[in-house]
């Protein structure tokens, strides 16, 4: 049987829905800043804004007040926030230079760390690679660091709208005007019901996107805008569950190799998050080729492993969740960051340093530029393409950029294979980035072709292993069955395509049927995976998917 290319069968960005020629209605939300995403880069950014415009107003300045809003599609702060997070506290200690380490919420500190490579039965462990080492560093659930970022936020009298998904950039030539949210109580046919909630327009004087990875609103700016890079974005999926243990945990620790074949790019990580606490998780870069990986699968597996069961063993599963994540790195950041009335920032923008394994404090930090940018957009009265573009020269003057160029094709190496990839991001590691020169090509992952392959089975114990539907169970998924379809799938969906996405999906959003495809829309937890290679996502009424509380 020939390959499967997801590219063939996936449907075009709806741009016509994403960007509207429209000014916002006369009863529009008016906000000077609006951030679109409640994540880091939106809570630090409108944080630092709300400071530098009291900062400004005690010195006298005779600034007006700005009214800051920061949209948030989940029902509450951190419900959609997912990260095995080890956090450098660069920008928060940045962000309140008044707090000492002991004041952010943090689980506890990096006190020591170990790297392994598996196989199926076996262990062994290999010295900790110089970009890996995490001394003060520290261990944080991502969405109990949102919840805190977010009470600083209000205290600032910035204004959050949890709830409110942006379905759509409103637009006037190429000037970006604000944003429409996503309506409610749609029933399956998309017609108003009893607890219908017409969609709100926001105009900003700039909007911020700090929508995360895979953002809809991002990648139809940067389509309409025709904004380009060297090398697409690539992504990973990863998979995590959070285990209440036994016995304590007294470092952190990640693997390479075995459950994930050679050819495939990723691993996995077990964090601390506290005495009887662990995360745990398993990411897989989705250029991989076999056509019936499964990523939560493949986490299951993990967990039989000789070195995590003891670990696991006589625990619980508190919480499950799924996201991906941009790994393209520097070659994969937009030409430009900004325009007429736009910024862009954290992951919508692809601010992760895959070799570290970092990406919080690099969306902290670029949500702060913005801020910054824009305080100073607005000071000046110029809210133009221009008048932003000082974004821009700030991002490539900072850190984040230099230790994204550093490390510029380390995970771009690792495209064919695991041997050959190590062997390359050794040498990279040793002559600073300057070896192989130049910048590895890539495709988009959807351009992968997939061959045909069969999974071996596996059956859930229902006690260390869970099936999909239980893993969902313990997201905290409340989507209302009878929710509108949110899903594009694309034409000539075959028996095989089919099942690529049963099995690429980790929330059984997807199964086949015969040789048709059904998809169980309310399933889905918006971890963007197969928007990246299947079919599209695209916003749904808010509170919509997981509700993560310890992630």
């Known amino acids: 049987m020939p390959p499967i290319l997801p590219s063939r069968h996936q449907p075009q960005l709806p741009l016509d829905r ?23 880069a939106g809570l630090a950014g409108a944080i630092e804004l709300a400071r530098l415009v009291k900062q400004s107003r005690e010195q006298g300045s005779g600034m007006a007040d700005l009214n800051i809003g920061v949209l948030e599609k989940a029902g509450s702060l951190g419900e959609h926030s997912l990260s095995g997070a080890v956090v450098n506290p660069r920008a928060l200690r ?42 003060g560093f520290y261990t944080a659930s991502l969405c109990e660091l949102v919840r805190w970022l977010g009470e600083r936020a209000e205290a600032l009298g910035v204004n959050l709208f949890p709830g409110f998904p942006a379905d759509a950039l409103l637009v006037e030539g190429r000037s970006v005007r604000g944003v429409r949210t996503t309506p409610s109580g749609l029933d399956r046919e998309g017609s108003p019901g009893g607890s219908y909630a017409e969609p709100t327009d926001i105009s ?24 380009r890079s060297p090398n697409p974005q690539v992504f990973a999926l990863g998979v995590k569950e959070v285990w209440r243990v036994k016995r304590p945990l007294d470092r952190v620790v990640h693997t390479l190799g075995w459950p994930l074949p050679p050819d495939a790019f990723g691993g996995s990580w077990i964090y601390p998050l506290g005495p009887e606490l662990v995360s745990l998780g398993l990411v897989v870069g989705l250029d991989y080729r076999q056509s019936q990986l499964d990523a939560h699968v493949l986490l299951q597996r993990l ?9 696991l063993e006589g625990g619980e599963l508190l919480e499950w969740g799924a996201k991906t994540i941009p790994e393209g790195g520097y070659y994969a950041l937009p030409d430009r960051r900004s325009g007429d009335g736009i910024l862009m920032a954290g992951d919508t923008v692809g601010f992760v340093d895959v070799p570290s394994l970092k990406g919080v404090h690099y969306a902290m930090q670029s949500g702060m530029y913005a801020a910054r940018t824009a305080f100073g957009a607005l000071r000046a009265g110029d809210t133009s393409a221009e008048g932003l573009s000082a974004y821009d020269r700030m991002l490539d003057d900072s850190y984040i950029v230099r230790d994204l160029h550093r490390t510029r094709n380390m995970r771009l190496a690792f495209k064919d294979g695991l041997v050959v990839g190590a062997v390359k991001a050794g040498l990279m590691t040793l002559t600073g980035g300057r070896f ?116």
Request: aromatic share 8%.
């Open 94 to 135: 940045e962000l309140f230079p008044e707090l000492t380490d002991r004041e952010f919420p943090f689980r506890q500190p990096v006190a020591g760390e170990a790297v392994y490579f598996l196989t199926a039965g076996g262990s062994r462990r290999l010295p900790t690679p110089p970009t890996m080492h995490n001394e």
């Open 303 to 311: 967990k039989l492993h000789p070195l995590v069961r003891p670990l």
């Open 436 to 551: 192989p020169g130049g910048q590895i090509t890539m495709h988009p992952d959807a351009e992968r072709r997939r061959d045909l392959s069969k999974a071996a089975p596996f059956v859930p114990d229902g006690v260390l292993t869970f099936s999909k539907v239980d893993a969902v169970f313990k997201s905290g998924n409340a989507t209302r069955d009878t929710i509108p379809p949110h899903l594009l799938v694309g034409e000539d969906v075959t028996g095989d395509v089919a099942e690529f996405y049963s099995h690429l999906c980790p929330a059984g959003v997807y199964e086949r049927v015969g040789d048709e495809l059904r998809v169980n829309a309310p399933n889905c937890i918006d971890c963007k995976a197969t928007d990246i290679l299947g079919p599209r996502w695209t916003p749904r009424e808010g509170g919509s998917g997981p509700k993560y509380r310890l992630m």
């Open 204 to 227: 900003a004087r700039i909007t911020v996107l700090t929508e995360g990875t895979r953002g809809t609103l991002g990648q139809g700016y940067r389509e309409w805008q025709g904004i």
């Open 18 to 40: 994403l960007i509207l020629a429209e000014s916002p209605g006369a009863e529009a939300l008016e906000m000077d800043v609006l951030f679109v995403g409640a994540g880091p």
